[in-house]
């Protein structure tokens, strides 16, 4: 399935907020865990992720620090601020709304949404 290029854009920021406030990371681990939270739907790149990153990082949503773990080579890891909380709050609102007018614009189809048949 591909999935359209707007929509991605869209999720973005609320799925890297998401993660983040699971727990610090690097950006690997993010495009990682992106891909495996969609089932391999969305596989992002790195020219997409550290752009986003960095706009995160300016706004004060995320903050980032420098590390090499034992025997590891350096990485910079990100973790999300209080600010960045209260956007992931504002974000998932958003969402909310969307999916729930959505919803009811499938129903009012007598459609099924895509993902329960899934």
Do not use: C, F
């Not at 865990?33 to 992720?49: I, P």
């Amino acid at each position: 399935m591909r999935i359209a290029k707007d929509l991605v854009a869209a999720s973005t920021t609320p799925l890297v907020l998401g993660i983040l406030a699971e727990g610090e990371s690097y950006g690997y681990a993010i495009l990682k865990h992106v891909a495996e939270l969609s089932g391999g739907r969305l596989e992002w790149t790195d020219g997409l992720l550290y752009p986003l990153l960095h706009r995160l990082e300016r706004l004060g949503h995320v903050e980032s620090v420098w590390r090499q773990p034992d025997g590891g080579r350096r990485r910079k890891y990100y973790r999300i601020t209080s600010s960045g909380m209260a956007e992931l709050t504002e974000q998932r609102r958003q969402w909310a709304a969307v999916v729930a007018a959505l919803e009811n614009v499938w129903t009012s189809l007598g459609a099924q949404p895509a993902w329960e048949g899934a």
